[in-house]
Every structure is written in C-alpha cells, then in structure tokens.
C-alpha cells in the first residue's frame, strides 16, 4: 500500500491522504485507493471514503477553505474481457462527515482549487495522456471552462500538476521541457496497448499510462527520464514562463501557507527556494515520486 497526496486542513489540526493498494497484475483483485482522515498528532485514522469499484484511484485531494468539505480526482478503468474499453475522469466532493460525494466536473484529472475559492484548474486528457493534455480553467463550481495556454504557446510533451500561485493569479504546472531530444517515447492507445511513437520526449504521464505501465511492464508508455520542469501561466492565458531549471522527473511542488516559499519535491531530491522559482536548494536526496504539503505547526 502506498500513501499519497497528503492534504492538511486550512485549520492545521487533520490530515487528509490517500491510502493506495496497487494493482499487481490480476484487474479482478480489489485494487484502488481510499481516503482517509488523521490527527496531526497521529490519532484518531479514519477512513472517510472508500473506492466504489475495483481500480478507482485518486488523483488529487485538497479542502475547501471552510474545512468541511475535500475535493478530488476521481478515476477509473473501464474494462472488458480483460481489455481496457474506457476510462472515467471526475473531479468530486467529499463531506468528510458521512462519506457522501457530489459530481463537480466531469472528465477532468489532477484539479487544484484557488486560494480565494473562485477559480478550479484542472487536465482534460485525450485519451488518458496528459501528452495530449491540456490545461483548463473554470469557476470553482466547473462552469465557463477554458484552456489555459493561449494559441501558440510552447507545445509540451506532458504536463502534471496545475497549481494556483498563493495570490490566485496565474497557474504553475509541471512539464516536460519543451523541445527536450530525449529518445523515443510511446503514448497510451485507448485500446490499453502502447501506440506509435510519440515524438521525442512526448511521452504521458496521466492515469492510463501509468496503467499501460503496470500491464505492460516495459516502460513503453513512460515519460521518465526526460527533464521536468515548472511554469508558470497568468490566467489571462499569457504565454508560460519557465521558473526552475531542475531538470527534475515529475516534480510535485507546493506553496507556503503565507506563500512566501515554495517547496518542490522531484525524483532526485526535495527542494526548497522562493516563491518564483529562484534560490532552490537541495535539503534532502530523492528517492522515487511524491507529494507533499505545508502547514505551520
């Protein structure tokens, strides 16, 4: 089991996160991921949300600002026979108290809500791969969606993460650099089988890939390797600015709750700089992919 996408309440009392049993290779087996809720001191472990079905997984978690509800990625295979047919891609809420959810928005992964409540930034996929991902924007409660890149703006292999900086102004994700020359890649094909190579370093990243490389088990539809990178995009859809130049793999990252700093988590380490990207320094070797928050104590 695997523990992820760890949520502290605005109050910084509870810890919501995601408990993982992965899939290890018979899709009969009950695999997926449930939410829970602890203590900061450890006490009281509650699961507050169990998955619906064998497969469904969470890609996000975080609360809103009054602390009585959590939003999160919802997804889920569709399978036939053995063979992948579909998926589902959902963004939920959650009342903690009695475990029942509602639909936000629909085909729609890794969502982050803004500081100030208004706004919701999301990826909607084709296909299942964030390589033919894009960036949406809407109000919170999932209306007037749009992309948030504006036309022709840099074209990136794969993109994770979107994020509101700490004023609700802009959008920072996380990207394959563009224009990288890694070797060749292969994407999802909504069959569950890798399809024809992607350009170079164009591989995806998003929860069918993810799968396509536990079934297949040779990397075919992986992004890894690659160098990573965040940006950042204002909401007016202005072009991105790149902030680091870690060239990280995945890199998750979030922001100080007085937004005075920014701390990045990346397969080759855990970084902490300013806000803008700048000043990033190393305090801890990395080890594999993860997530991470911040609260003050």
């Known amino acids: 089991m695997t523990l992820e996408f760890p949520a502290f309440s605005p109050d910084g009392r509870r810890l919501a996160y995601v408990a993982t049993v992965p899939l290890l290779g018979d899709l009969n087996a009950d695999w997926g991921s449930d939410i829970h809720l602890v203590n900061v001191d450890g006490g009281g472990d509650t699961t507050v949300w169990r998955r619906d079905a064998h497969g469904v997984t969470v890609d996000s978690l975080s609360w809103d600002a009054s602390a009585s509800a959590l939003r999160f990625g919802y997804y889920r295979p569709l399978f036939q026979d053995g063979k992948f047919t579909g998926q589902q891609a959902r963004v939920m809420q959650l009342d903690p108290t009695d475990g029942q959810t509602r639909l936000l928005l629909d085909d729609a992964d890794y969502p982050a809500f803004s500081p100030d409540g208004r706004s ?32 022709g703006a840099p074209v990136f292999g794969a993109k994770l993460y979107p994020r509101f900086t700490p004023d609700s102004q802009a959008v920072v994700f996380s990207a394959l650099v563009p224009g990288d020359g890694e070797g060749t890649a292969h994407a999802a094909h909504p069959g569950g089988l890798p399809g024809g190579p992607l350009p170079a370093g164009q591989a995806g990243a998003g929860p069918v890939d993810r799968l396509v490389r536990l079934l297949l088990g040779d990397g075919r539809a992986s992004a890894h390797g690659g160098p990573w990178d965040l940006y950042r995009a204002p909401l007016d859809g202005g072009t991105p600015r790149r902030m680091t130049t870690l060239d990280e793999d995945e890199p998750y990252f979030v922001f100080a709750p007085d937004g005075h700093a920014l701390l990045v988590y990346g397969a080759s380490g855990l970084y902490v700089g300013k806000p ?12 594999t992919h993860g997530q991470a928050d911040w609260t003050v104590m």
């Open 120 to 151: 919701v930034a999301f990826l909607r996929s084709s296909g299942g791969s964030t390589a033919l991902a894009t960036i949406y924007v809407a109000n919170a409660d999932g209306t007037s969606a749009r992309p948030l890149l504006a036309a």
């Open 276 to 287: 803008d990207g700048t000043g990033l320094q190393k305090i801890d070797p990395g080890m």
